[in-house]
């Protein structure tokens, strides 16, 4: 069987400051392929999530990306990028 | 006997999950406040934020796989079930079992999901959104892992656990019970696929001892299924479909978990539970 190499994605951080705040890429990808995680907890109470840099998108299943580029249509900060491996240049 | 039962005590008659001892405060006190292992490792990786917190062996093995290396992915999944098969974590309870785990009268807290958060960005902040529960005398203790119960948990009789285990049920979602190698019974949780940790792991990548399937394999009784489809749809498992030929529901035994949600959604009881150890081809698919 072919290996199946899936897309690379890119997550532009200076412009996705708040994930858990917009969260919709994580909420229209088919597969899930995409996770939040706080980057900084304070002692019991969640951190605010509209403060940039609180919390980050992170790349969680890539083998999962079909590279069908809904996430990218739906952010609103042009800050993902969906490109299979010979777009990339490797 | 899985080896969860062999583990923690259970019998042909008992699975380990209805054993009380295994709600009581023994399985905590090998945790001292402030100690855990986990909390240790995450504390000072969530400070620093970088990508270390995610440089697990399940990631390594699921970039991999992304990067067409199915040797080295194959590789860490197979190291790391070797591991874990002397630790399993969690495993599928039917509906009906989770009554009986409520009946035995821990304490139980409803708390946050972490899994939905994660994949979803879902907030629950109310027991209205609750979907996970915490069970045990650990629980009165909660406080000492802030990493986990983020902040708050909401105490219930056992008459409202019931309540919530039934309402996240008919909305669709399985229980399964985790814990952690036998050292404590961390939760009981309302789960489904994708946004599921353990269910992902043990779906997508294998790894068999991150989610044991139940004690039961569900049947399809084909007198009294009418092929109304009200099952179909709630099986996280790829388990149940329509089969236009007989016209009824249809239930893979290999790919069944026992998690029940086809038999408490069908109005007609047509779904049955079987042991799954008094069935020579299935004692053994866990
Ligand atoms: S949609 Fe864009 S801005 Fe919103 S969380 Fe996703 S990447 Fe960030
Ligand atoms: S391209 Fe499609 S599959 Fe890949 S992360 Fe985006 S939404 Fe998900
Ligand atoms: S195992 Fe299930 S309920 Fe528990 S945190 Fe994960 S998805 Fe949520
Ligand atoms: S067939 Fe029914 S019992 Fe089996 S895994 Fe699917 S929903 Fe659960
Ligand atoms: S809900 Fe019951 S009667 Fe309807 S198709 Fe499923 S098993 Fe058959």
């Given at each position: 069987m072919e290996a199946i190499i899936a897309p690379v994605i890119d997550i532009d951080r200076e412009r996705c400051t708040t994930p858990f705040a917009c969260k919709k890429c994580l909420q229209i990808c088919p597969t899930a392929v995409l996770a939040v995680h706080e980057t900084r907890m304070v002692r019991l109470e969640e951190t605010d999530k509209y403060l940039p840099g609180t919390y980050r998108l992170r790349i969680a299943y890539r083998d999962k990306c079909s590279g069908c580029n809904r996430c990218v249509d739906v952010c609103p900060e042009d800050a993902i990028t969906v490109r299979m491996l010979e777009e990339v240049g490797a | 006997m899985c080896r969860m039962c062999?583990?923690?005590?259970?019998?042909?008659?008992?699975?380990?999950?209805?054993?009380?001892?295994?709600?009581?405060?023994?399985?905590?006190?090998?945790?001292?406040?402030?100690?855990?292992?986990?909390?240790?490792?995450?504390?000072?990786?969530?400070?620093?934020?970088?990508?270390?917190?995610?440089?697990?062996?399940?990631?390594?093995?699921?970039?991999?796989?992304?990067?067409?290396?199915?040797?080295?992915?194959?590789?860490?999944?197979?190291?790391?079930?070797?591991?874990?098969?002397?630790?399993?974590?969690?495993?599928?309870?039917?509906?009906?079992?989770?009554?009986?785990?409520?009946?035995?009268?821990?304490?139980?807290?409803?708390?946050?999901?972490?899994?939905?958060?994660?994949?979803?960005?879902?907030?629950?902040?109310?027991?209205?959104?609750?979907?996970?529960?915490g069970l045990g005398t650990g629980m009165l203790k909660w406080e000492r892992w802030p990493e986990r119960y983020r902040g708050k948990v909401e105490f219930l009789s056992t008459k409202q656990a019931k309540e919530f285990v039934e309402f996240w049920d008919k909305k669709g979602f399985m229980h399964m019970l985790m814990q952690e190698g036998g050292d404590f019974i961390g939760g009981l949780c309302n789960c489904d696929y994708p946004d599921c940790l353990p269910i992902r792991q043990r779906i997508d990548y294998g790894l068999t001892a991150q989610l044991v399937k139940s004690e039961y394999v569900c049947f399809v009784d084909w007198d009294k299924c009418n092929g109304c489809g009200d099952c179909l749809g709630r099986c996280d498992f790829n388990a149940l479909k329509y089969e236009a030929t007989t016209e009824k529901a249809h239930i893979d035994q290999f790919q069944c978990f026992g998690c029940g949600l086809c038999e408490t959604a069908c109005p007609r009881n047509a779904i049955e539970y079987r042991d799954r150890k008094q069935i020579p081809g299935l004692a053994k698919v866990w």
């Open positions: - | 062999d583990s923690l005590g259970g019998d042909a008659a008992n699975p380990w999950y209805l054993n009380p001892k295994n709600y009581s405060n023994r399985m905590y006190k090998l945790r001292e406040p402030g100690k855990g292992p986990q909390q240790a490792a995450t504390a000072g990786a969530i400070e620093a934020g970088g990508e270390a917190q995610h440089a697990s062996p399940i990631n390594t093995a699921i970039e991999a796989k992304a990067n067409g290396d199915m040797e080295t992915f194959n590789k860490i999944i197979g190291e790391m079930n070797k591991r874990a098969a002397l630790r399993p974590g969690c495993q599928v309870v039917p509906l009906h079992e989770v009554m009986e785990v409520l009946d035995m009268g821990m304490p139980v807290a409803a708390m946050q999901c972490i899994c939905r958060k994660t994949t979803r960005g879902c907030e629950e902040c109310s027991l209205k959104e609750y979907t996970g529960l």
